[in-house]
């Protein structure tokens, strides 16, 4: 790989922007170290059901969690409908569904009938039902001190007392809708059944027992207030004076509704409240590992209160069924999620639910010692990597300035024109001025930070996965061009140095992705790093252009017109059965790399795979990626050897899957919400192993090489 003076001025700049990308690295990394206290939340509703299936009670498991590393307990506001769940003597109707049972009438006193009838109580209001006076009292207190006194009215007749709650179309839920059709099949109509009311689901306060309950557990009691939007003006004063009541630290706000408390209109309220007393707000992780939850207002408030903010993990039925899977003997695997959402996805709360026996199973796992196992191996492995259970806080706000962009952004450019003109191998004095269209990169981030950010984000992660191909690539040349012998040990140093080589230039682009991406709301996962897919794929497309002008092209003056030509002749070819096979593995391959690439997969790892990760996630500091130490890097020293012996295709072949090695590198530092340190040490983990398996298989390509060339011999 010549360079000339023009070259060697640009990679200085590069250098310089990627000094700038690294020190942006360390400051990140810095922020992370203090991010160190994972909490464990337990579910109130869920301990309460795990509890009655034992033959313990609430107040004993709750002690049991404090004592396996719970730190708090999430209780939610009291609705009509726990109330009902939980037998009180309480009845509540939508009037729309109660007019359709027969004889309805029989179960109101008159006056509540009339004025049914006369449509004075609309279809969409609810009735509330008890004779219980206590009862009444309390729901009667809570509305009052939560709602708008024209949301309601109460009436008492023959002891009975009844609330009418005044609902909308909106404040209607509904199930699925039902095709209804004839015999022949043909749709008749379509309906949807009201199957729940808001205004059965909406805060009433919240019960002194749950909360004294926590208190004498040793457990923090963390609210959870349901937001109202019809009536919501003093939402946020009584979440307030219910804290100061129970004496209660409001640490962490997690959404009890659809909205943010207050929403719309008086979240300012909620952000008032927030600041005041550095109240972290939980965002919520969605099912697919993905971003989050969305509330409305949560987004808004989340910026407004400086990014005062944490990840939380929910545990999903899916994943608390995961006891004796994989062939664990417990809820080792259940563990390992658990794990894998603190170190990896920078999740700091673990809502947590007791696990069910087995898959597909809603019987509760009522194991002491599983659950303290559980616990006692998840913090040890925690304190590896520096993280302990107690109290989460939240995240410290971090940005870069449009200034430190516009730099990394020139260097991302420079790059981009570096890898064009060797990618073309121009080789005209003139080509030095194509690094003028550079110049305005630098200013991009100054008018357009937001598409800047992200668009030479995805640039160095494909410009730079490049440049690492053609490092590899042009070593590789020197070699398979050289008329010298080369013994197992010099392939295997040789084959060392380039993949190293190839490494730290990828690790320069994860630096430039990292740096460009610096940001708080991506830690936070508000925003994810885009294009994962394309980012991966692009560069072979670099690289069958690089490799039909650097290898297969035979015209040196003109390697475009060369390299087209030479794909013409190519595609005109007659084509020998194993060249097929060959390309329909290769395609088989591809399938598999593109299917298991980004956030979300639509191919599942195999049982034997994860139990593999599993145990690597066990013995190591990180969990090296499978197709890099096992697939892309050995078929580096694949493609140095099959060069030594003069072999254009199956240099090219190997060539190509060792290209999944450079994507795959800058891959793993575009998940931006894991840890640097992680992500560098999962590399470095996949490097050794990947030299490790590289040395076998030159040496097993040698072995077969001698084979063949002795059948060879005999076939003469």
């Not at 949560?298 to 899977?325: C, H, P, Q």
């Not at 800058?666 to 398996?693: C, D, E, K, M």
């Not at 030159?698 to 084979?707: H, N, P, S």
Request: glycine share 6%.
């Amino acid at each position: 790989m010549r360079l000339n003076k023009v070259d060697k001025w640009i990679l200085l700049l590069i250098c310089f922007s990627l000094l700038v990308a690294v020190f942006t690295m360390y400051q990140r990394m810095e922020i992370e170290k203090q991010y160190n206290t994972a909490e464990i939340m337990l579910d109130y509703n869920e301990m309460e059901k795990f509890a009655n299936s034992s033959e313990n009670s609430l107040s004993y498991w709750l002690k049991e969690f404090k004592e396996y590393g719970a730190q708090s307990v999430a209780i939610p506001e009291e609705t009509l409908k726990r109330l009902m769940e939980q037998g009180k003597p309480l009845r509540a109707e939508m009037v729309s569904e109660l007019i359709k049972n027969y004889n309805w009438q029989d179960d109101y006193d008159a006056e509540i009938v009339s004025l049914i009838e006369e449509k004075e109580i609309g279809s969409n209001d609810v009735i509330v039902t008890t004779e219980d006076e206590e009862l009444y009292n309390y729901i009667i207190f809570g509305l009052t001190e939560r709602y708008s006194k024209e949301f309601f009215d109460t009436y008492t007749l023959d002891n009975v007392y009844y609330i009418l709650l005044k609902g909308t179309n909106d404040d209607v839920y509904y199930g699925q809708t039902e095709r209804v059709t004839n015999l022949k099949g043909d749709g008749v109509y379509e309906s949807k059944r009201a199957v729940d009311s808001r205004l059965m689901n909406i805060g009433i306060g919240y019960d002194d027992a749950k909360i004294n309950l926590a208190k004498d557990a040793g457990l923090d009691a963390i609210l959870r207030p349901i937001n109202f939007p019809t009536y919501n003006e003093k939402l946020t004063d009584v979440y307030k004076l219910t804290n100061e009541k129970y004496g209660l630290e409001p640490r962490i706000y997690l959404v009890g509704s659809k909205e943010v408390l207050g929403y719309p209109e008086n979240e300012d309220k909620l952000l008032e409240y927030v600041r005041e007393n550095n109240i972290a707000i939980g965002l919520i992780e969605s099912s697919t590992q993905r971003e989050h939850l969305e509330s409305e207002g949560l987004n808004k408030l989340v910026e407004d209160s400086g990014y005062s903010a944490l990840r939380v993990f929910t545990m999903w039925d899916y994943i608390r069924e995961r006891n004796k899977y994989y062939n664990y003997e417990g809820a080792e695997e259940i563990e390992n999620t658990m794990f894998r959402a603190i170190t990896e996805r920078n999740i700091r709360v673990i809502y947590f639910k007791p696990f069910f026996e087995e898959q597909k199973s809603t019987k509760y796992l009522t194991d002491e010692q599983e659950y303290k196992r559980t616990f006692e191996s998840l913090e040890e492995r925690l304190n590896e990597h520096g993280i302990s259970l107690g109290r989460a806080e939240a995240i410290k706000e971090f940005h870069i300035g449009s200034k430190r962009l516009a730099v990394l952004s020139f260097g991302i450019a420079l790059a981009s024109v570096f890898l064009f003109i060797k990618m073309f191998n121009i080789k005209d004095k003139r080509a030095g001025f194509l690094y003028l269209f550079s110049v305005p990169a630098a200013f991009a981030p100054l008018v357009m930070r937001s598409l800047s950010e992200k668009g030479f984000s995805f640039a160095a992660a494909v410009v730079f996965s490049s440049l690492g191909i053609y490092f590899f690539m042009m070593q590789i040349k020197k070699i398979y061009d050289s008329s010298e012998k080369y013994s197992l040990i010099k392939t295997m140093s040789y084959s060392t140095v380039i993949l190293a080589g190839a490494i730290v230039i990828s690790l320069a682009g994860a630096a430039f992705v990292d740096a460009m991406l610096a940001d708080v709301r991506y830690f936070l996962e508000m925003d994810i790093f885009r294009g994962v897919k394309f980012a991966q794929i692009l560069p072979f497309g670099v690289f069958l252009i690089m490799f039909l002008i650097y290898f297969m092209n035979r015209e040196a003056d003109n390697p475009v017109k060369g390299a087209v030509n030479t794909a013409i002749k190519f595609l005109n070819l007659r084509i020998k059965i194993y060249y097929g096979i060959i390309v329909a593995i290769i395609g088989a391959i591809a399938y598999v790399y593109i299917s298991r690439t980004g956030h979300e997969s639509n191919l599942q790892p195999s049982n034997i795979e994860m139990i593999t990760r599993n145990f690597m996630e066990y013995v190591l500091l990180a969990r090296p990626r499978t197709k890099e130490f096992l697939f892309a890097f050995p078929a580096v020293f694949a493609a140095v050897y099959a060069a030594s012996k003069k072999s254009e295709f199956f240099t090219g072949i190997f060539m190509l899957a060792a290209a999944i090695g450079t994507s795959s590198v800058i891959n793993t530092f575009s998940h931006l919400r894991t840890p640097i340190y992680l992500s560098l040490a999962r590399t470095v983990i996949a490097l050794g192993f990947g030299i490790v398996i590289g040395c076998i298989a030159v040496i097993i390509m040698d072995l077969l090489y001698k084979i063949y060339a002795v059948l060879q011999e005999r076939l003469k």
